[in-house]
């Protein structure tokens, strides 16, 4: 059932950009001239073959005629009402002017037919009313197809506002947690440099190293770019090494983190800074210290995912499965890949770990 609506939605939006091939629109105007013409004449239209290229040539001209008029005027029909609750008076403009301008040409082509030979030996004007009357059911059901298509567009035009509109709000989220996240940082690193070039002067300089590494990639990822920016699990890793020197420098035996990444999806890309928020989230919630260790995990599954592992051991309360930079992070993950299952989050008494997919471009 999925196929042919989503077959049905690329069909639509075609119609709403002219985006027709001339096969289609040559295909579509030749199956209306036989139907027009097998509805005024029924079996005679196939009778003969000077009535068949006679009516069919007729049909076709008003036809097209009645197409090319019908558009110029719906369009300055919804430029006039472009309001979605404006839809019962788009309906009805569109339905009395198809109604006018199809009608007309048909008593307009009325003399043609007469002297084709198509209508008879006289005028049958009951006839004639009969096709005004269906022309007008006709122009009814196109006026409804048209107002189904312009709300179809009105509606992918507002998801994708909508959506814009998340992502920014996603990224404003992400930024104030990054700007949360560095000052913080900053601090705890200065306080352990501080200890650091009185007691051991070369682990100082290895850290200061480090530490430059650091704030180097993230003011390479916070450029003029940070919104469409996404990086790859490779380069993520290489900062992650700076930053776990960084930890372990401060936290000694009281952090352990191990990676297990398969070379294979070293090339995915993912969200920068990912490992920082999810590592100092743990920090956060949970006790650090050598008699209670922290360990981390951070792996790659058989199916190209990340998977983000750590024993939970909470300072006071239980850790909140949606804190503010991982629901941020969560949502932007959904975001990219548009669908609600891309991030998983999993917690038991004992651990907690989140899943992410890598994107492959």
Known sequence: MKIPIMALEGYITKIGRKQLSVTTSALILSVATLLAGLGLWQGRYFADSPRFLTGSAINLAAIWTAYRVNVALSLRITGFLPDTEQSIYRVALWFGVYGIVNVALFWVALP???????????????????????????????????????????????????????????????????????????FN?????????????????????EMSKVYRYQLSINGPDKEDILVTLDSELRFLKSYIYLLETRFESGIGITLDVKEVFLAGHMVPLTFQILTDHAIHYNMVSPTRPLHISISTTDTGQLEFRHNRQPKVLNMPLE????????????????????????????HFSIILPLIFT
């Open 112 to 186: 043609l037919y007469y002297q084709a030979g198509l209508t008879g030996t006289g005028f049958d004007l009951s006839w004639a009313l009969r096709v005004s009357f269906f022309i007008l059911s006709g122009s009814l059901i196109c006026a409804g197809l048209t107002e189904l298509t312009y709300a179809f567009r009105q509606w992918r035009s507002n998801q994708a506002e909508v959506e814009q509109m998340q992502e920014k709000q996603l990224q404003t989220e992400l930024d104030a947690v990054k700007q949360q996240v560095n000052p913080h940082f900053l």
């Open 189 to 209: 690193c200065l306080n352990s440099l501080s200890v650091l070039i009185a007691d051991a002067p070369a682990t100082a300089e290895k850290f200061v190293d």
């Open 323 to 350: 804190t503010p930079g991982i629901n941020a992070l969560a949502t932007k993950y959904k975001l990219l890949f548009n669908r609600a299952g891309a991030v998983q989050l999993k917690e038991d008494e004992r």
